[in-house]
């Protein structure tokens, strides 16, 4: 009952409202207020996703937190909140936030991923201009362009793809089991707790196939909050 008399005053919050109770400090009510917007088709903005970081830090709730960190890093990459994950990771003994290569990289590509594919692009349109006009000319081309040219379309599939390929999750229960299959019968390989961070390769029914720790397991989707 006490669930039900929450959400339905949440119901009745405003946006506008739930921005007054924030600069307010009521962050308890104004967190509810605006995840009840989000939990029914609202797309929270850049600044929401900061308040509710925000709030959440003040609440002493470092997974939450991050959760929406990270939520907007992977809508605005940004170097700054990069280490600032990274350092309250390591505060709190959390893994997965680690400043690597791999979160550079993904950092570098959000940032100027579209001007390397346009130049990908044109570099290809160069290309198949000259072959065109081999072929037009009846002028051999040589076997070794051709593989340059495969490899380079293959390289430019992936580079595009790349943004759907790579998924994160946070870890939002305590003592979540790590399964070596997708199935409750399978070994537990380890236990994490909330607010690590993992890498979701796949998904198989109500299983997710992550990276954690140089090993590939699998774990259940309820388990882990998606970014």
């Known amino acids: 009952m006490r669930s039900f008399g929450v959400e339905a005053k949440s119901a009745y919050l405003s946006i506008y409202q739930a921005d007054s109770l924030f600069a307010a400090g ?9 995840e009840y917007h989000i939990q029914h088709g609202y797309k929270p903005t850049d600044p ?9 830090e003040k609440q002493g709730d470092v997974a939450k937190m991050l959760y929406y960190l990270q939520v907007y890093f ?4 940004d170097e700054i909140v990069l280490k600032k994950m ?25 940032q100027y991923g579209l001007y390397i594919t346009l ?23 040589r076997q070794r ?15 595009v793809n790349l943004p759907e390929r ?15 299959d997708p199935s409750s019968a399978a070994p537990v390989v380890d236990v994490i707790s909330r607010g690590h961070k993992v890498n979701i390769l796949g998904s198989q029914d109500i299983w997710l196939h992550v990276f954690w ?6 774990v259940r989707k309820d388990n882990v909050w998606l970014i």
């Open 86 to 110: 990274h350092d309250i990771a390591i505060q709190n003994n959390l893994r997965g936030y680690e400043t690597d290569d791999l979160n550079y990289f993904y950092l570098f590509y959000k």
């Open 48 to 56: 929401m996703l900061l308040k509710l970081a925000f709030m959440y």
């Open 119 to 141: 130049a990908l692009v044109l570099l290809g349109t160069y290309a198949f201009g000259i072959f065109w006009l081999k072929f037009r000319n009846r002028e051999p081309s």
């Open 166 to 180: 790579y998924q994160s999750g946070i870890v939002n229960r305590d003592r979540v089991l790590l399964r070596r």
């Open 26 to 34: 009521s962050y308890p009510a104004a967190t509810e207020a605006f």
């Open 145 to 159: 362009h051709k593989l340059t040219v495969l490899a380079y379309l293959t390289g430019l599939l992936l580079l």
């Open 74 to 77: 992977d809508r605005r990459p």
């Open 213 to 218: 720790n140089d090993g590939l397991y699998y």
